[in-house]
């Protein structure tokens, strides 16, 4: 798929290159008042380094990057991914079992622990709210680093049509934390907003995607390169914005779930159901890490804000005009691979 430049120009996945850390930088504006919590949030895409590469996805901006990291596997016994260019979706992959190793067991000794989460460490959101998935319909699971801006594009892309899909009950969605972008802060922000997120997931769950939102907002989200650190203050105003009671706000900012969001790092990155499965970063895992039905979706395939909507109602088996409609569900089902693009 060709994207677009500032200007309009179409380009190329070959003719995006690394962004300029100049133009990576946020600032941090106040965010807008909203009084209570709703559910709703944005997704958005960044990735995971060993090696620092270029690819796809952008919404109104650069070209993304992806961090990749671990080393190449023999992938024979992995489960496919995706449908082929011409095949109809058929069935989706089984949920991965946790992995019996060291990462695994390391994390499962963690004392402090959400219980909300799943057994892979993710929140999965549905209609009803936190831990509650609806059942019948697709699962569309992301995994990220509050700190990576890639993944901020991604939610960017992806929230209008995320938010009603989970709304409406057409659909859950999972969100997964990753912290390795610690090492590019003096402030460990990306363990930090993780363990903020997870107690507002267990303490105040309808702020829980608010949240997410509000952490990947353009005007707060901070650079990988700046080393002015984020203040527990300034974390627990963006969680009294989008809702959450004081008393949450200031417990969710102790970090309370610091080791747990490190170990959890640790073991997700040992997992081979996430790695990409062709291309210049097969047999590694890269964020954002977009999974559908237990299914490897192509990120880079979303395009842009103008046809992101489109592009993942088309992989759920959704006609534009029927999201948000709970009488329609997508045709793929709880059991069913996605669409190809």
């Not at 060709?2 to 504006?29: F, V």
Request: hydrophobic letters at 40%; proline letters at 10%.
């Amino acid at each position: 798929m060709a994207l677009a430049d500032e200007s309009g120009n179409r380009q190329s996945p070959a003719d995006i290159r690394p962004q300029d850390p100049a133009q990576q930088g946020r600032g941090q504006a106040p965010l807008p008042d909203a009084p209570e919590c709703r559910a709703s949030f944005r997704v958005q895409p960044r990735a995971l380094m060993l090696i620092l590469s270029v690819v796809i996805v952008l919404a109104l901006v650069l070209g993304a990057l992806f961090y990749a990291f671990g080393s190449s596997r023999n992938n024979a016994a992995r489960p496919t991914s995706g449908p082929s260019a011409t095949a109809k979706p058929g069935p989706a992959p089984a949920a991965p079992k946790p992995l019996d190793n060291e990462a695994y067991r390391a994390l499962q000794a963690v004392q402090v622990r959400p219980d909300k989460a799943d057994a892979q460490g993710g929140f999965i959101v549905g209609r009803q709210g936190v831990g509650k998935p609806t059942a019948k319909v697709p699962t569309i699971d992301i995994y990220m680093d509050f700190l990576c801006p890639p993944c901020g594009q991604l939610h960017q892309i992806l929230d209008p049509t995320l938010m009603a899909l989970v709304d409406a009950g057409q659909a859950n969605v999972g969100i997964h934390f990753m912290s390795f972008l610690d090492s590019h802060r003096p402030d460990q922000y990306s363990s930090r907003t993780a363990s903020m997120a997870a107690t507002v997931a267990q303490e105040a769950p309808d702020c829980f995607l608010p949240l997410v939102e509000a952490l990947y907002a353009k005007d707060f989200q901070p650079s990988e390169e700046s080393q002015d650190p984020i203040s527990n203050e300034t974390l627990a105003q963006v969680a009294l914005k989008v809702g959450v009671p004081q008393e949450v706000a200031d417990h969710a900012v102790q970090g309370q779930y610091l080791d747990w969001v490190q170990k959890l790092t640790d073991y997700t990155k040992t997992r081979p159901d996430l790695e990409h499965p062709s291309g210049q970063f097969k047999g590694q895992m890269t964020t954002p890490t977009l999974i559908i039905n237990n299914s490897y979706f192509p990120v880079g395939e979303l395009g842009s804000n103008s046809d992101g909507k489109s592009a993942l109602c088309k992989a759920i088996g959704l006609q534009p005009a029927k999201l948000g409609d709970p009488s329609a569900q997508p045709s793929i089902g709880a059991d069913r691979t996605f669409f190809p693009l």
